[in-house]
């Protein structure tokens, strides 16, 4: 049969939860798109202005003209990675972006 502890036993310990605390987890991202100069300034851009932590950026041309940008950002919620997906595929020239 279990005990059940009195609340004013010294194995109670109160516990507060701070309000407005922002952890974020690392999503990585493949980016696919046409090739042009530029592209890696206009990305770095967006993501700079929507304030989202840069991990790792690593870019290649393809033998087919199109650049494959692989990112890892600090992400706060899936709606935001949802959000700045969204934005990433408003990029000029960008073709996809997909979660990796």
Request: aromatic content about 0%.
């Given at each position: 049969m279990g005990r059940s502890l009195d609340e004013s036993s010294p194995r109670w310990v109160n516990a507060y939860w701070a309000d407005g605390v922002r952890e974020s987890f690392k999503s990585s991202l493949e980016?696919?798109?046409v090739d042009r100069p530029a592209l890696i300034a206009?990305?770095?851009a967006m993501?700079?202005?929507l304030k989202v932590p840069i991990y790792s950026f690593t870019a290649?041309?393809?033998s087919d003209g199109r650049s494959s940008i692989l990112v890892t950002l600090g992400?706060?919620?899936i709606d935001h990675l949802g959000?700045?997906?969204a934005?990433?595929?408003k990029v000029k020239d960008v073709v996809s972006?997909?979660?990796t």
């Open positions: 980016i696919i798109a206009d990305i770095s993501l700079t202005n290649r041309q393809n992400i706060n919620n959000s700045v997906i934005k990433l595929k972006v997909i979660r």
